[in-house]
């Protein structure tokens, strides 16, 4: 699956200023509910099982939206102008993250965690 629209909707995230990047960073700005509250969380599809579990478990527990995408953290990475890897990125804007909902939905993807679900 092409993910490019996707990733060119993140990346305008990142010139907003409002993308999130690394596990660490979006568990801690899933748990602030401030101006920086995160809207949509984007996982990479090779994140560990163990960052996979962390990530749905703190967005189901905070009610945010998650999709986890078929492209690998090398080139989530590249998307949001990062060398090395990024399995995560949380947008912290509620316009910017319809757009990529929009985005992922046209690329048929299902998100993991709905908000309202806490199954």
Same mark, same amino acid.
Request: glycine content about 10%; proline content about 4%.
């Given at each position: 699956?092409? @993910?490019?629209r996707i990733l060119s909707a993140i990346?305008?995230?990142?010139?907003?200023?409002?993308?999130?990047v690394g596990t660490d960073l !979006?568990?801690?700005?899933?748990?602030?509910?401030?101006?920086?509250?995160i809207f949509l969380v984007v996982e990479a599809g090779d994140t560990s099982p163990a960052t996979h579990k962390k990530i749905? @478990?703190?967005?189901?527990?905070?009610?945010v939206c998650k999709f986890r995408?078929?492209?690998?953290?090398v080139g989530l990475a590249h998307a !949001?102008?990062?060398?090395?890897?990024?399995g995560v990125v949380g947008i912290?804007?509620?316009s910017l993250s319809t757009v990529v909902n929009n985005a992922l939905e046209?690329?048929?993807?299902?998100?993991d965690v709905l908000p309202g679900n806490k199954n």
């Open positions: 699956m092409d @993910d490019s990346g305008l995230c990142v010139k907003a200023h409002k993308l999130i !979006v568990c801690e700005g899933l748990r602030h509910q401030g101006p920086n509250r749905t @478990d703190k967005c189901r527990y905070y009610n995408l078929e492209t690998d953290a !949001v102008g990062k060398s090395g890897s990024t912290a804007d509620k046209k690329q048929s993807y299902v998100p």
